[in-house]
């Protein structure tokens, strides 16, 4: 019998856990976490004949036989030790994402990646395959794990909409989807990736074995790295056919408030009900796809007009006295809660702070001091924030601390400042207080609902 190894009990985990065991693999499941979270799915993967070890580091060294496989979710770092001395030895050493590809490559893919604009670009063209009648489920990041759509008794698709973060690409060398999409490309994740030049190759890798390639050519880093390695590329903008960095005729681009692909105009940009010329961008992107995989015009623009949004993602929340509050807690980066701040009306009281990340924030202080009436700072990065905001001469700053707190001092700042926009754009990872961004996002969504109902 052959044995896998996988690292890590998040979702991805389980879910390439379960595969294996359902292909007759003998598997072992590890984690360094213990407590009650992780009870209930120990019991589960205990039923399905699969050894648990929490508490444990993974080291192949002390393993013996040593697994044929060994699979690491998104979450553990891919130059971690031990993952590290299991590619040493020669051990099948892969991530989750990966594994899926083994087992759903027959399944034409379209694999979005890029710093920020993933989920929005994901959830977007799942949503307009799926209105074509395909079954197109999106998985990776968002959705359900990839290795869960391959399970026996998971529904048989037509399509696999995975975005596939850096994390993801780094363990999974071989996944060549039929449709490549690049979003964006800003400094992130350096304290795992080292350089910039490191987080750009592995992006680039996935969109190398793209059979097609679609590029937003609004992005400065893009167009000066990406024209001359995708000769035959799909490129999109906002700006109009005249800015697209190479061949227009097969572009996607907005014209006259209208998003033409290939000189063919598919859907207002207005039908989207996401604000911002970053989201115009972001349809543009999920348009071309539908459009290059043979989806009728009028299939793509009833699904544009029928998307809701994106949980987390300039998400309104609620409102009060004719203030809005939203929740853009996907933003863990200087770069994507600049775009926040600039999508929604202004003046705003801004909600930032969390765990941060290293990149270059200039750009993110300048649209506070021209956008923000008050900043209120949660999390670790509250000082640090506070100062940098002050050195550049902006002194409408608290420490609140959390969120709880952060949300009706926001409501009183804007009363005051006649400000029609709480906006909770942290701009940091959220682990010093939240599991992911998602629970914060989720708990945000409460305290406002909480606290606009005792105002009733």
């Known amino acids: 019998m052959q044995t896998a190894w996988i690292v890590g009990l998040g979702k991805s985990g389980v879910a390439a856990a379960q595969l294996l065991a359902a292909q007759g693999w003998q598997v072992t499941v590890s984690d360094r976490g213990t407590g009650d979270r992780l009870a209930p799915i120990e019991a589960t993967l205990t039923q399905l004949g699969i050894q648990v070890r929490l508490g444990d580091t993974f080291n192949p060294d002390p393993i013996e036989p040593r697994p044929d496989l060994v699979v690491v979710s998104p979450g553990v770092p891919w130059d971690s030790p031990g993952v590290a001395r299991a590619r040493a030895l020669g051990i099948d050493t892969i991530g989750e994402m990966e ?11 379209v694999a979005i990646t890029g710093t ?46 995975a975005e596939v973060s850096s994390y993801q690409i780094e363990s999974s060398q071989n996944l060549a989807p039929k449709i490549g999409i690049w979003t964006t490309f800003t ?4 304290a795992r990736h080292y350089s910039l030049d490191n987080y750009f190759n592995i992006k680039a890798s996935l969109i190398d074995r793209a059979a097609l390639q679609i590029l937003n050519g609004d992005d400065p880093a893009l167009r000066a790295q990406a024209i001359a390695p995708y000769p035959n590329a799909i490129w999109t ?9 190479a061949n227009p005729d097969r572009g996607a681009w907005v014209e006259d408030g209208w998003a033409v692909v290939a000189g063919q105009a598919i859907v207002p940009v207005s039908a989207l009900a996401m604000t911002g010329r970053h989201n115009q961008q972001n349809l543009l992107m999920a348009v071309a796809a539908a459009h290059y995989a043979g989806i009728a015009p009028e299939t793509i623009a009833q699904a544009v007009r029928d998307f809701p949004g994106v949980p987390h ?22 770069d994507a809660a600049e775009v926040g701040l600039k999508a ?14 290293e990149g270059d924030d200039r750009a993110w202080i300048s649209a506070i001091q ?46 005051a400042h006649e400000a029609p926009i709480v906006l909770l754009s942290p701009a940091c990872a959220s682990f010093d207080q939240f599991p992911n961004f998602e629970v914060r996002g989720d708990h945000f969504r409460q305290c406002c609902l909480d606290w606009i109902a005792q105002q009733s």
Not at 129 to 139: H, I, S
Not at 389 to 404: F, R
């Open 99 to 109: 594994l899926a590809w083994r087992n759903l490559q027959q399944t034409p893919w």
């Open 116 to 161: 920020n604009g993933k989920t929005t670009t994901t959830a977007l063209t799942a949503a307009i395959f799926q209105a074509a009648g395909l079954k197109a489920p999106a998985c990776g990041n968002i959705g359900a794990a990839a290795c869960g759509l391959a399970l026996p008794e998971a529904d048989p698709i037509d399509w696999v909409i």
């Open 187 to 190: 400094p992130d994740h350096l």
């Open 237 to 245: 903008s906002v700006a109009g056919r005249d800015q697209l960095p």
């Open 313 to 334: 993602r300039l998400e309104r929340v609620g409102s009060w006295q004719g203030i809005d509050f939203i929740n853009d807690s996907k933003a863990t980066n200087y």
């Open 344 to 357: 929604v009306a202004q003046p705003a009281i801004l909600i930032a702070g969390g765990e941060a990340k």
């Open 370 to 415: 021209s956008r923000a009436a008050a900043v209120l700072l949660i999390g670790s990065a509250a000082e640090t924030f506070q100062a940098n905001l002050q050195a550049a001469g902006y002194g409408a700053t608290e420490i609140v601390e959390t969120l709880d707190r952060a949300v009706p001092r926001a409501a009183e700042l804007a009363k």
